[in-house]
């Protein structure tokens, strides 16, 4: 399965804009980039995921690189309720099976 | 945004006694999943069912485990019997075409 590397933690303060790398030098052309979060004793939340042109929903923009090599999750102006582990996934599976492979992901601390 | 549930929030059984978790997906999603996580580390995939059959099993999804779906309402997975080593959190998920995921808060499982 091909892999992500994602910093351990990352800091910020209330209202900022964070950018969340992730790094997938290996990954196949066919395979879709997912931003998942989660904070402790909750269930990940799916947060938004793209396969080549850069994505933007509610919670977040998706900036991907021209060769697909990495990838950056970017909050605008993240509050308390951000603070969580960020998993950068590829997704894999045969067809519509899907399996999300989870990694250790990014701590993203938010201080007021 | 759509709501799985989980049932119930924590388990508590005896080694070799079989226990039942069961989760209530979003009502008109076609793909489910199981996920195991040990507290403090990452989430691992256990299976994934669609239209009745088990579509893939991770090696972690044993001879004692099993799931399914029995009146189109609860999806469930059964451990029959229970091991020390089963103690996590199971999260369900369910999409409605195998993209994004949707998960439900976990199920406690504590084996004694």
């Known amino acids: 399965d091909a892999k992500t590397t994602q910093p351990d933690s990352m800091e910020s303060t209330e209202g900022e804009t964070v950018h969340l790398p992730c790094s997938h030098a290996t990954i196949s052309g066919n395979e879709y980039i997912y931003w998942y979060r989660q904070v402790p004793l909750q269930g990940p939340e799916y947060v938004t995921h793209?396969?080549?042109q850069n994505t933007t929903n509610s919670m977040a923009f998706l900036a991907i690189a021209s060769d697909r090599k990495s990838s950056t999750l970017i909050l605008p102006h993240v509050s308390l309720r951000d603070a969580a582990v960020y998993h950068c996934i590829l997704r894999v599976g045969a067809g519509n099976t899907g399996k999300l492979i989870f990694g250790l992901g990014t701590t993203l601390q938010v201080q007021p | 945004g759509p709501k799985v549930l989980q049932i119930p929030s924590h388990q508590i059984i005896d080694m070799g006694q079989m226990v039942t978790l069961n989760c209530d997906p979003v009502s008109n999603h076609l793909y489910f999943y199981w996920y195991k996580q040990i507290l403090g580390q990452q989430m691992e995939f256990l299976v994934n069912f669609y239209n009745g059959k088990v579509m893939e099993k991770s090696k972690l999804f044993k001879d004692q485990f099993s799931v399914e779906r029995p009146d189109g309402s609860y999806f469930t997975l059964k451990i029959q019997p229970t091991a020390l080593e089963d103690s996590a959190v199971y999260f369900c998920?369910?999409?409605?075409?195998?993209?994004?995921?949707?998960f439900g808060p976990g199920t406690r499982l504590t084996v004694l």
């Open positions: 998920a369910s999409s409605l075409q195998g993209w994004e995921q949707y």
């Open positions: 793209g396969l080549q």
